[in-house]
């Protein structure tokens, strides 16, 4: 079986799963201080979940998920701390259980709320947040065991996972917990809870459904809003038998509920809802969504999240990336230009959305009346990030390589697997070969070493498409817009960190050190044969003195000048003959004895007054990077290229998010790998 792993994106970096939380009060004798309450939180049953921002279902590997000590907060605010726990984690369960350590009696500690509305009825939610360490896609048609059941493709497998905080939450994630919160709030005066808006709360919308729809939903809204919450608080004593005798007489009601309301037309959602523990209110709910009227397709009779790759190659098409062709498969551009021909941001957002179950009606495009809506709907099912990450990546590689890239031609190029600081070394060597003498024996040599250290960095920017590029359906301010100042500016910083490392070399190129430095050479026949001479006396040798150790043996092969003297560079390196006048020792030379040897390499930065060390008449003699290497440049991952991540803004604001990030390192190496030369 084949399986594709990938690296969670930011968007995915944490699972929110709802779970159910109960607290204790502890009882205390007469006189003592009051007990702190405990807690119990409960989440997932090892099965599917549907989750925002992940474009499969999702089923987390129990077996591997790592659990400690568990942060217990309100709201995921780290700001408000209410309490710590222990989680354990069974074959298909997540446990967390612990101690309400704030100051419940005090009126500004966190833990206050959660205690105080506890103990008056208040029903919380619970968040657990699980981060992966990897995601794992299981194809369509195949299957995967995890937890102790069997699944079907496609599905993601979040293994090597880690959890993470634990809120209290008092909207949960599910429609039936928002509804029962909301009518609560109803109740209490701390909102209006209409009908319609009650509606919209569980993702429906009055338009859609029958009158009998409608009767049955009016009735249990009248129910929920009346109804009285029950209290969480447990009493203490509590019968253990008794309570396990009543959790299962509930769990048969539950299944019998479920198994009616979804009947012979519903089998799958009947399956899941048993399966998973829903609620019979989060199963009708399911039942209702799945027999109301389709909403129309967009452009296109094709599922978008069947057709990620096709979505995407259109996208481009649309947006007009340069050779095309070369990045997609025959077949499909030909699907793309056939199914979604001029297919744009706005196309895009709807029939996500549309998937999602928000109501597209016939010719309707994006507003400011239904943005937050559709922006909401469409990055909570497919990969809609995803199929605009890939995108906006094609057009930024176009931008990136646009920017002077002359730190390639001299410099190593390495990958890192982390943050940390690499030391990579060079052995040395002293004493050589020996002639052997008579009796045979060979003698012993000397080896010393040489360290060079590196570190990669992260490097960042972030950008929006804004309401406006939306509404406008403007793909440009995506791929040259937005997408283009963010490879540019990617390019452009690498280029800064370079070359400030480089040409900081007062210390890395001097007389005193192995000899690397040339004076009163400027670039000509004369300077840079002078030039060459001297980097063919450069020794090895712990001492750095140019006197001491053995001849490096490596060949000069790159000429490294600033663009002031670009031309001549050129015509060293080309020229058979250079027309130089002549001194009053030296004749004008004939033929030009560097043709063809020493590769020319000029960038602006070396001349750059806003860079220390620059300066129009210095140059370098440098060795080829992969013999030895004067400087280093480190990627995370040998990620070369900047990465483009999208996603939803923030909810006080109307957009898509675009960010930009850049892992790598600099630093300087080898100072026997070249020569700098000065007029």
Known sequence: MWRKKTKPTDAQSNMKI??????????????????????????????????????????????????GRVTVLRDHDSRQIVGQGEAEIAERTITVTGKITGDHTDKDDPAHGVVAHSKNGFVWAASVGVMPGRLELVESGQKVTVNGQSF????????????????????????????????????????????????????????????????????????????????????????PIEKRRVEAAAEETRIASIQKLCGNEHSEICAQAIRDGWTTEKTELEVIKASRPQAPNVHSSQPVDAQPLVIEAALCMTAGLREVEKQYPEKVLQAAHTGFRNYGIQ??????????????????????????????????????????????????????????????????????????????????????????????????????????????????????LTRNDIINDDMSAL?????????????????????????????????????????????????????????YKLKDGPSGKPTTGNFIGSTPAKLLVPVDLEIEAGLLYSAAMVNEAATADKPAPADNPHRGKYQPVASRYLSDPNITGHSTSTYYLLADPRDLAAIEVVFLDGQEVPTVETADVDFNRLGIQIRGYHDFGVNKQDQKAGVKVTA
Do not use: C
């Open 347 to 464: 196309q895009l957002l709807l029939a996500a959305a549309a998937d999602a179950g928000y109501a597209v009606r016939a010719g309707e495009r994006i507003h400011k009346g239904n943005i937050r809506q559709i922006l909401t709907a469409a990055f909570s099912t497919i990969d809609v990030g995803g199929i605009l990450s890939n995108v906006a990546n094609k057009f930024l590689l176009q931008s990136f390589n646009y920017v002077e890239s002359a730190w390639r031609q001299i410099a190593r190029v390495g990958s890192v697997s982390d943050f940390k600081t690499i030391t990579s070394y060079r052995l040395v060597g002293g004493g050589g070969y020996q002639k052997v003498g008579a009796d045979g024996e060979i003698k012993h040599g000397q080896l010393g070493e040489e360290s060079y250290s590196n570190k990669a960095e992260t490097y960042a920017e972030m950008l929006a």
């Open 479 to 535: 791929t040259t817009g937005a997408v283009s100042k963010l490879g540019r500016d990617a390019a452009l910083k690498l280029n800064e960190v370079f070359w400030t490392e480089f040409m900081d070399n007062a210390a890395f190129f001097h007389n005193g050190n192995f000899g690397n430095v040339v004076t009163d050479a400027a670039l000509s026949i004369a300077g840079l044969s002078k030039a060459v001479k001297a980097f």
């Open 152 to 239: 079907n493709g496609p599905i993601l497998v979040a293994r090597n996972g880690r959890l993470g905080e634990v809120s209290f939450v008092g909207m949960g994630a599910d429609e039936s917990a928002n509804a029962k919160v909301a009518a609560n709030a109803a109740n209490t005066g701390d909102m209006e809870m209409k009908f319609e808006a009650w509606l919209q709360a569980m993702g429906l919308a009055l338009a859609d459904l029958s009158e009998d729809q409608v009767e049955k939903l009016q009735a249990k809204y009248k129910t929920e809003t009346t109804e009285e919450a029950q209290p969480i608080v447990a009493e203490q004593g509590e019968d």
């Open 18 to 67: 709802e779970g159910e939380a109960s607290i204790v009060a502890q009882a205390s004798a007469d006189g003592e201080a009051p007990k702190q309450p405990t807690f119990v939180i409960k989440a997932y049953n090892g099965g599917l979940l549907n989750l925002s921002g992940f474009y499969r279902p999702v089923v987390i590997d129990l077996k591997t998920l790592r659990a």
